[in-house]
């Protein structure tokens, strides 16, 4: 919608800057072609009449006329006349003097001499200068006018030719309420707009398709998978309950089993996020954080591989979600999994409470700047045990979104390391 506003808003002040252009580019074509002419025919008809006047005075006759003052002077004859003028050489010149009244009076004087005959003639052009200020307003208001009229037709045209891109965007927005996708090429007369709704219903199949054979991938993956998973379970069961087992293979089996079902869960999950689905426990049940952790630390602890490592749970106040427990499973798997990997000597506490958790370690930490970069595909820690293709913190990001849980890391303020927690909402 603001994008839209901002092509309509350019549209209206193209169009109302091209009026206002035009027209003043006009007014000031007819101003300079006015004064270019009208200062011409002044000159022309003042030269012509003071070039007859001194004819005349040579020939002895009189010289009259209405609209300029004339005079004549000659050896025998000195008729009244301002002294500076004698010094003018023949041809048309501006003279701005002040009058009698204290006023700045604008004029024109020709001058002509032939045969010690000097002839003068004065045209008083006020008059102009007042017909130029006329049309000067006149000209104003003709921009003015046309100004507006040019952006009345851009607000008319900018509503026309946005209608069907309005129209487009609303059937977008329809088909992301109802959620599926109709044709829309057919909605829209062959032109620009029809154009662009062909292309998008072109993209809209091939993204359907896609999205398709991906939800048809997720599916049998998930399908194929769970059988093989399943068998491992019920056998790894099946071999506990022997008799003769030693502790140290009923602890790898134990292990085989713990791996077995986390694969369930993170099949499960990635199933929920291939799909963008958001499922919550069956029954209506609500899933307990601690007991949750508690699961994820024992499953992790082969993790530590006999480093001087200890990982504790601390529950300061029940927290319950809902959400399936395999989903809050790998989001805890791979923040208390990163915590123990970079990690090679203190401790490692995973705090629940004030409806979150918390994993605090002892790690080298992270800097600010890079806590939000982590959580992108693909950006993998640096440091000690840093490895891996940099995925889970993006998978942990994208369950969280999926559930509108908070997810962040920052560096702690009171030794090294870093604290990972999710808030729930």
């Given amino acids: 919608m603001q994008s839209r506003r901002k092509l309509r808003f350019r549209l209206i002040v193209s169009f109302a800057l091209f009026g206002f252009g035009l027209s003043a580019l006009f007014a000031v074509a007819s101003l300079y072609v006015r004064a270019k002419v009208e200062n011409q025919l002044i000159n022309d008809s003042m030269q012509n009449d003071v070039n007859q006047a001194v004819d005349k005075a040579i020939a002895n006759e009189p010289f009259q006329s209405e609209l300029i003052e004339g005079w004549v002077k000659s050896d025998r004859t000195l008729y ?5 003028w004698q010094n003018l ?5 501006d003279i701005h003097e002040v009058d009698k009244s204290g006023r700045m009076r604008h004029y024109k004087l020709a001058v002509q001499r032939k045969d010690g005959i000097i002839g003068f003639t004065r045209y008083d052009i006020s008059r102009e200068d007042l017909g130029k200020q006329q049309l000067v307003l006149s000209l104003v208001g003709a921009v003015m006018l046309f100004s507006l009229l040019s952006l009345a037709i851009g607000l008319w045209l900018s509503r026309k030719v946005l209608k069907p891109v309005s129209e487009l965007a609303n059937r977008l927005r329809d088909f992301r309420k109802a959620g599926k996708a109709e044709p829309l090429a ?12 062909y292309a998008l219903d072109e993209y809209s199949a091939r993204l359907t398709a896609m999205v398709e054979r991906d939800r048809e991938f997720n599916s049998d993956v998930s399908h194929e998978l769970r059988t093989p998973l399943a068998v491992i379970a019920s056998t790894t069961e099946l071999l506990q309950g022997s008799p003769d087992l030693s502790e140290k293979l009923s602890e790898r089996l134990k292990r085989i089993e713990r791996a077995s ?30 007991k949750v952790a508690a699961d ?10 006999g480093k001087p490592l200890t990982v504790d749970l601390t529950i300061n106040e029940p927290v319950n979600v809902n959400a399936p427990a395999s989903v809050l499973s790998v989001a805890l798997t791979n923040l208390i999994s990163n915590a123990i990997k970079y990690t090679l000597e203190g401790s490692v506490r995973v705090e629940v409470g004030a409806g979150g958790i918390e994993v605090i370690d002892t790690g080298p930490g992270i800097r600010p700047e890079d806590a939000e970069r982590l959580f992108q595909r693909g950006v993998r820690g640096e440091g000690a045990g840093g ?17 509108g849980w908070d997810v962040s890391m920052r560096p702690r303020s009171d030794a090294n390391g870093a604290i990972a927690s999710i808030k729930f909402s």
């Fill in 186 to 197: 057919q909605h829209f007369a062959d032109d620009e707009v029809g154009e662009l709704a």
């Fill in 296 to 305: 994820v630390i024992e499953s992790q602890r082969p993790q530590m591989r």
């Fill in 387 to 403: 490895s891996g293709a940099g995925l889970g913190l993006a998978i942990v990001r994208r369950l969280c979104e999926l559930y």
């Fill in 261 to 290: 079902r986390q694969a369930t869960e993170l099949i499960e999950a990635l199933l929920l996020l291939s799909r963008a689905e958001r499922r919550g426990p069956t029954r209506g049940e609500t899933t307990e954080v601690g």
């Fill in 80 to 84: 009244k006349m301002p002294l500076p």
């Fill in 89 to 93: 050489k023949s041809g048309v010149h």
